[in-house]
């Protein structure tokens, strides 16, 4: 656990975190530049190309090859804690698995299955992005002048069947959600899987950190303790 745990919160903090702000500071960096000119960039017959954000399109594509690899590592939980032999990535089996050892209705089978949806949704952004077709497909929009002269932020979109994703997105709140998603999954996950996995002898207990007592390098929600019954 203690592996999987570093090279998750490792993942994160080094590489989608990174990306994150990077492009966030490129963005706020433009919008500076922009608003000290405005009308240079809005106004007249010509007015002067926009700035773009440098490899916008690529910082989201090695974000999304990260998030692949981070729950490919989350997935692996499941075989620590638990009989299941998961492969990588595969929640949709994990889920099975849940359903059919600890029930429809139990915990750990409903929590899987409600994250099941945005673990689902990075999964098919991924595949789109390795395997564009007209129907199937990512894109990132730099910023750009539309023909009302207003000026749009980047911003990304996806079209597939079955996403209403097909409108600009703002790139910056899909990588939060994300990330918050990731990491709020991966502590729940260990508390549910604990459940029924250890010697008769000895319990599991864990309790809520106040968010104004964690640790900002290490900030854990959940604190876990080990005691003889």
Not at 59 to 64: A, D, P, T
Not at 103 to 129: F, P, T, Y
Not at 206 to 227: G, I, N, Q, T, Y
Request: include cysteine.
């Amino acid at each position: 656990m203690m592996d999987i745990s570093w090279e998750v919160l490792n993942s994160l903090v080094f590489s989608p975190c990174s990306f994150r702000e990077r492009l966030e500071k490129r963005i706020s960096e433009i919008i500076a530049l922009v608003e000290a000119d405005l009308d240079s960039y809005t106004k007249g017959n010509s007015p002067r190309p926009l700035p773009i954000v440098e490899y916008y399109d690529v910082e989201f594509r090695s974000f999304v090859n990260e998030m692949r690899r981070v729950l490919s590592k989350l997935s692996e939980l499941f075989g620590v804690l638990t009989t299941a032999k998961i492969e990588n990535g595969h929640f949709h089996k994990a889920l099975e698995w849940a359903r059919a050892e600890r029930g429809e209705n139990s915990l750990l089978a409903l929590m899987v299955a409600g994250d099941h949806k945005w673990i689902g949704l990075w999964i098919a952004v991924r595949i789109a992005i390795e395997h564009p077709t007209k129907a199937n497909f990512v894109e990132t929009l730099n910023y750009s002048l539309e023909k009302d002269r207003n000026i749009r932020l980047p911003t990304w979109r996806f079209i597939h069947p079955e996403y209403d994703m097909a409108r600009p997105q703002n790139l910056l709140e899909a990588f939060d959600f994300a990330i918050n998603n990731v990491l709020t999954f991966f502590e729940n996950l260990q508390i549910v899987l604990l459940d029924g996995h250890r010697p008769s002898n000895f319990k599991v207990g864990f309790s809520d950190v106040p968010e104004s007592e964690r640790d900002p390098e290490a900030p854990m929600r959940c604190a876990f303790e080990l005691a003889s019954m």
